[in-house]
């Protein structure tokens, strides 16, 4: 099986993008622990990034089929009916995941057009979420196999 990890704009420059907030792990950093994740489990990964909300609905489309997404829509989060569309259209099993905890943070980041859509969400614990989403589509994976 195949997990898709889709990023949304500006996470590109973490590492240097505030880092009060989001610490000085970059999105390499990220990947490189997400293969290491994928690989414990026996299951191939494509990561991606994109700062255009129309290429994130295509990698989205392309996450048919697989075992889920793992999706840090960014800003896009709090704004993207399209994004929320893109994952009910093609039925695939997403993870929210954010760096931080929004909640914690401004208003206008407490409402998400993907939590509705989501299996599941995670934030507030920086990179590790990733990690921890991959876990749980993995071992979901295991228990609808068993
Ligand atoms: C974020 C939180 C969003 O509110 C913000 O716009 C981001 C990053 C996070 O990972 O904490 O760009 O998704």
Redesign the pocket.
Known sequence: GTIHVVN????NLLGTREPAI?GRTTLADIEAMCRAACERHGISLVFGQSNHEGEMVEMIHRASGSLGVVL????Y??TSVALADAIKAVGVTAIE????N?FA?EAF?HHSYISSVARGVI?GFGAQGYRFAIDALAESRATTAA
């Open positions: 949304g704009p500006n996470l989001y840090n829509a960014a800003a989060t709090h995941v954010h760096l931080s929004v943070r980041r934030c």
